[in-house]
């Protein structure tokens, strides 16, 4: 799941993206509105954590605009603003969740994976594919009984696969919501992470559950 | 404890009245009585003629007749009158015969003057005399024979039906005098309960005044004449109370938003750090970053408390002739090296002798807050260039920077509370200035204004504060 970060004021903005790098999320962040507009037109976010005051241009100009766009990516307001009016303003502009300054880490995270799960329409925390169970809140993978440890990286390429099972994900995609924006410009990663993945997950005598369709990405689960 | 209004009212009203009543009913009782005793001693004084005319002196003697009928007062047997004569030696001439064994007491004043006392009557009854002193009547041939001698007479009377009738007259009036006394203190109550019925109203509607909401204003309409200035102080009060209270609201929530965001910063910056074990380094990072929030929001509070000071009236300000040049120097001290790395030149167009009206302490912080501002907003090789002029009794101090990207249109918003436009904020520095809201706060404080302007890249700071020499016109020097 790809996040972008647009706060001015930088320990939260550096600990909000540490916080989510660390929760699995691939996590740009900027302090400037324009910059801010820039990423989010520019990628296909899931989660869009936007503050109100930015210097350059304001929170609320940058939703107006992604809106107006068409673009998708499900918004989170961050800011000092607790007024009523404030939020109904917000929310009325095209922003899905509202979360007032200072915030527990753990709850901006609990908000943030629950707009990722809702933009992939999937409601239920725990994703199961066949014997594959993975708990979104705690970041655990079990293959039948045995817990499966992964790194961050390849847990955050398993979720997204999960989030949508059954497509056919290209790796355009996969690049575009597993990696960062500064991450190597090298697309051959997501072969290697698919296979280091594969290792992990997959298991002898049993149908495999990523599949490779040549020429167009990958496919988790479902068929056999 | 202070007596009620009412209570004195009502304690004046009957009190005067009474007073007032007493010395009247003391008056007529006076008069009334006096006139009855007058009376009495001129029908007792007749009586004692009837007496006196009667006494003849020949050549011989002083003789005395008298006829029952004539003065029949002194022969009745119940409640008689009396009378008695004394020649000038003492002896007694004649009594009348109702002094059976009994005797008057012999006074008198000057010879025909008669004089009255009230005595004891030889029955035991109160009564009033009258004593005479005169030389009687003589006939022709003693009127040279015998010198003239004086004959003493006392005529008494009981005075029962006089008595009775003063007693009357006194019972009369106290009656009156009591009975006027307590309807003027059950009117006098009334009246000063109905007239202090708008004082009532008027604090049944204090009462209704909340804390929460003092824009409610007592009408004063159908307001008696002497209450309305009362009225109209109070609500003046009112508004003055509600203004105190609006700023303090809005202050609270200035400071409470101004510390959201770095409490915010803290609180993530700490609870990213303690989600997981991490490294030295790491723990290193995070306690960096936190002190530097801390001392961010320490300027904030300190900053607030200032003004709080201020704003409350627990410091007082002290306005004294400052000279702009040193606030701006004393401004600019600290930023000069930093700003002199970025390539920044700093212009100041000021005279000598310009100076303003204002507390040297809150002055000083509102212009370096000012300079902070620029010299941080200032684009790299950028220019910041100060001008004052005087207007009217004003001063106004511009501090433009140059690499201004918003739009005359923001310039507007720059002094709202949330408005913010830092770049430099997005970089590793920590803005610990007083924000435009503040400043602009500041500036009211000293009685002065702020604006903001931009045009072609260029950010335009007016801070008016009262002129220390009105009426001197600076031109900026270029």
Not at chain 1, 79 to 89: I, N
Not at chain 1, 98 to 122: G, I, N, S, T
Not at chain 2, 304 to 315: C, D, N
Not at chain 2, 345 to 370: G, K, P, W, Y
Request: contains cysteine; charged residues 25%.
């Amino acid at each position: 799941m790809r996040v972008l970060v647009v706060e001015d004021y930088p320990p939260i903005r550096k600990a909000v993206a540490k916080g989510l790098r660390e929760a699995g999320f691939a996590v740009d962040a900027t302090g400037d509105g324009e910059e801010g507009l820039w990423y989010a037109t520019s990628n296909d976010y899931d989660v869009v954590v936007l503050d109100l005051m930015l210097p350059g241009l304001d929170g609320l100009t940058i939703l107006n605009r992604l809106r107006a766009e068409g673009r998708a990516a499900h918004v989170l307001i961050l800011t000092a603003k607790d007024a009523v009016s404030d939020r109904v303003k917000g929310l009325d502009l095209g922003a899905d969740d509202y979360l007032v300054k200072p915030f527990a880490l753990e709850e901006l995270l609990a908000r943030v994976r629950a707009l990722a799960r809702r933009a992939y329409c999937v409601k239920n925390p725990c994703l199961e594919i066949g014997d594959l169970r993975i708990e979104t809140a705690a970041q655990r993978v079990w293959r039948g009984l045995e817990e499966v440890h992964l790194t961050a990286r390849e847990y955050a390429l398993l979720e997204y696969l999960a989030m949508r099972r059954g497509e056919v994900v290209s790796r355009t995609d996969i690049w575009e919501h597993v990696y960062e924006f500064n991450s190597e410009a090298d697309s051959n990663v997501v072969d290697v992470y698919i296979g280091y993945l594969r290792k992990k997950i997959e298991q002898p005598h049993k149908p495999p559950l990523i599949r490779t369709l040549r020429g167009r990405g990958y496919s988790l689960g479902a068929s056999g | 404890m202070t007596l009620s209004i009412r209570a004195r009212l009502l304690l004046w009203i009957t009190g005067g009245m009474a007073i007032l009543l007493m010395v009247f009913a003391v008056v007529v009782y006076g008069v009334l009585s006096r006139s009855l005793l007058d009376g009495f001693d001129e029908v007792l004084l007749a009586s004692s003629r009837t007496i006196s005319g009667p006494v003849e002196r020949d050549s011989a003697r002083i003789k005395f007749e008298m006829d029952e009928r004539d003065a029949p007062e002194f022969y009745r047997s119940v409640e008689p009158d009396y009378f008695q004569l004394w020649l000038e030696d003492g002896e007694k001439l004649a009594g009348s015969p109702s002094l059976k064994t009994g005797g008057l007491e012999r006074f008198a004043g000057l010879p025909d003057v008669p004089a009255f006392r009230p005595v004891r009557l030889p029955d035991g009854r109160a009564g009033r005399a009258v004593g005479l002193l005169f030389i009687p009547r003589a006939d022709e041939e003693a009127k040279d024979v015998i010198p003239a001698q004086k004959v003493t007479l006392v005529v008494a009377r009981g005075t029962a039906s006089l008595d009775a009738t003063i007693r009357l007259i006194r019972w009369l009036l106290a009656t009156a005098t009591g009975g006027t006394l307590v309807l003027a203190l059950l009117l006098g109550a009334v009246a000063v309960r109905r007239g202090l019925r708008p004082l009532d109203a008027l604090a049944a509607r204090i009462a209704a005044v909340r804390q929460d909401d003092l824009s409610a204003q007592i009408p004063t309409e159908r307001m008696p004449a002497e209450m309305a200035p009362v009225v109209g102080k109070l609500n003046d009060l009112l508004r003055r109370l509600e203004d105190a209270f609006r700023r303090e609201r809005a202050f609270t929530a200035d400071a409470a938003h101004e510390l959201r965001t770095p409490l915010a910063g803290l609180r993530c910056t700490l609870e990213v750090a303690s989600s997981q074990p991490r490294t030295r380094n790491d723990y290193r990072e995070a306690i960096t970053e936190c002190l530097d929030v801390v001392r961010h929001t320490q300027g904030i509070v300190e900053t607030l408390l200032v003004l709080a000071r201020f704003e409350s009236g627990q410091t007082t300000l002290r306005p004294e002739a400052v000279d702009v040049r040193e606030l701006i120097e004393a401004g600019w001290r600290p930023l000069a090296d930093k700003a002199a790395s970025r390539g920044i030149t700093f212009d100041t167009h000021l005279l000598m002798n310009f100076s303003c009206m204002a507390d040297r302490e809150v002055s000083q912080m509102i212009v370096a807050a000012l300079l902070s501002n620029a010299a941080e907003y200032t684009d790299d090789h950028g220019r910041i260039e100060i001008a004052g002029r005087n207007i009217g009794e004003s001063v106004e101090l511009t501090i433009a920077n140059t690499g201004c990207s918003l739009s005359d249109t923001d310039a507007q918003h720059v002094f709202d509370r949330f408005w913010r436009s830092d770049p430099s904020r997005t970089g590793t520095g920590i803005h610990c200035g007083l924000g435009l809201a503040l400043v602009q706060r500041a500036a009211r404080t000293l009685g002065g204004s702020v604006s903001a302007r931009i045009a072609d890249g260029t950010f335009t700071i007016g801070l008016t504060l009262p002129a220390a020499q009105p009426k001197r016109h600076l031109m900026p020097r270029s």
